[in-house]
């Protein structure tokens, strides 16, 4: 077995090694698809999805997708999903045990769904409903039995987080408040508690800021949800770089591998980055905001919560103007990796030992122009 780092960079996926050797793209040859991304890997250890995207803003949810076979070693590509297309932009969020059906999500009529369809696309079946909101974030329990999700709307409904049974019954809604989006649903190991974000977006409407909850995924709605930080000190919607090098994207909790710890982006006290909320224009994509690289301060470390006793470790140490973040363990929940940005810089790909030791620089991305969205890979 072969153990690899994923990354985003110029929105091609990257390889590299955890030692630093073997940086690589994947290349497919394909020019009118102009972004690609990393989705489910298949139990084997050779294939997983790939989703690819034609010209167009994403978030504005126009844009024409393709999902895709890939196997690493032979390097060859299969379109799925190409029976009874449900969307142009849909996305792929789980393989189902068996690994013959999939969870996809639609944008239809400017509304994101949940379904699953076999991987050619055939036979979908419905698991959120036209006028029920949009859904997204999808992610399978550990037992592959249920599947956890945030979803907004329909009308002024705020963000909340819900449970389904894979086949759409059993509905739970796990987390629900006014003036309260929740968000980024992640299961603990052992399936007994989510992990989520609480964002206050009516005092942050740019949703920068958030505090970290664990909800009750059991099939009873509204069960307490207890708040595990309380200063809103989790840094939520990421936004870095300088104007050529930009990147964002929504942290989301992470657990370790023994269900004991939770990762946690913690920012230092009066942190700001450099692109503040602009409040006279619309900010769809967290960048329709003014870059004011002399107003940012502080930074943000990577920590571990313990969601069950408080207490925090602290594995990075706050360095002025440097946000780490990102943290995803490894399988084998030895090692870590994050991303780095410095104030106005391209971010970085790091690794560590799990205790936060002998932190190193992996890649700065294809050109230099920046690797975010890190994930470990398995090759058999």
């Known amino acids: 077995m072969e153990q690899w780092i994923t990354f985003a960079s110029r929105n091609q996926i990257g390889l590299v090694r955890p030692d630093?050797?073997?940086?690589?793209?994947?290349?497919?040859?394909?020019?009118?698809?102009?972004?690609?991304?990393?989705?489910?890997?298949?139990?084997?250890?050779?294939?997983?999805?790939?989703?690819?995207?034609?010209?167009?803003?994403?978030?504005?949810?126009?844009?024409?997708?393709?999902?895709?076979?890939?196997?690493?070693?032979?390097?060859?590509?299969?379109?799925?999903?190409?029976?009874?297309?449900l969307a142009p932009m849909t996305l792929c969020a789980a393989l189902l045990p068996g690994e013959a059906r999939m969870v996809m999500a639609p944008i239809i009529d400017h509304e994101q769904l949940i379904y699953t369809a076999n991987l050619d696309g055939s036979e979908p079946e419905a698991l959120t409903s036209a006028g029920e909101g949009f859904a997204y974030g999808v992610t399978l329990s550990p037992d592959a039995s249920r599947?956890?999700?945030?979803?907004?709307?329909?009308?002024?409904?705020?963000?909340?987080?819900?449970?389904?049974?894979?086949?759409?019954?059993?509905?739970v809604t796990v987390a629900h408040q006014e003036?309260?989006?929740?968000?980024?649903?992640?299961?603990?190991?052992?399936?007994?508690?989510?992990?989520?974000?609480?964002?206050?977006?009516?005092?942050?409407?740019?949703?920068?800021?958030?505090?970290?909850?664990?909800?009750?995924?059991?099939?009873?709605?509204?069960?307490p949800v207890r708040g595990l930080t309380s200063d809103r000190r989790q840094w939520f919607g990421t936004s870095f770089g300088g104007?050529?090098?930009?990147?964002?994207?929504?942290?989301?909790?992470?657990?370790?591998?023994?269900?004991?710890?939770?990762?946690?982006?913690?920012?230092?006290?009066?942190?700001?980055t450099a692109w503040p909320y602009q409040s006279q224009r619309p900010d769809t994509d967290h960048f329709n905001r003014d870059y004011l690289p002399e107003q940012a301060c502080g930074g943000t470390q990577v920590c571990l919560l313990n969601p069950f006793d408080g207490r925090v470790k602290e594995l990075t140490p706050y360095e002025p103007l440097v946000w780490n973040f990102r943290a995803r363990w490894s399988p084998?929940?030895?090692?870590?990796?994050?991303?780095?940005?410095?104030?106005?810089?391209?971010?970085?790909?790091?690794?560590?030992?799990?205790?936060?030791?002998?932190?190193?620089?992996?890649?700065?991305?294809?050109?230099?122009?920046?690797?975010d969205h890190a994930r470990w890979l398995v090759l058999k």
């Open 147 to 171: 599947l956890a999700y945030h979803i907004t709307g329909p009308g002024d409904l705020p963000y909340r987080v819900c449970v389904m049974r894979c086949d759409g019954t059993h509905k």
């Open 243 to 272: 104007p050529q090098t930009r990147g964002s994207g929504s942290e989301i909790a992470c657990w370790s591998p023994d269900g004991q710890w939770i990762t946690y982006t913690r920012a230092s006290p009066g942190a700001c």
């Open 179 to 223: 003036g309260h989006l929740y968000f980024g649903p992640a299961w603990s190991p052992d399936g007994a508690w989510l992990a989520f974000e609480d964002c206050r977006y009516q005092e942050d409407p740019g949703h920068d800021w958030a505090d970290l909850c664990l909800g009750d995924p059991a099939d009873a709605d509204h069960q």
């Open 20 to 85: 630093g050797t073997g940086l690589h793209t994947l290349e497919f040859g394909m020019p009118s698809q102009l972004n690609w991304q990393l989705g489910p890997c298949f139990a084997d250890g050779e294939r997983c999805v790939l989703t690819s995207y034609e010209a167009g803003k994403p978030w504005e949810h126009m844009v024409h997708t393709h999902l895709w076979l890939y196997h690493f070693r032979r390097g060859t590509l299969d379109e799925l999903a190409t029976q009874q297309r």
């Open 332 to 371: 084998d929940g030895e090692h870590m990796s994050f991303s780095r940005a410095r104030v106005g810089q391209p971010s970085e790909v790091w690794v560590m030992d799990a205790e936060g030791a002998h932190a190193r620089l992996l890649t700065r991305g294809f050109d230099n122009a920046g690797a």
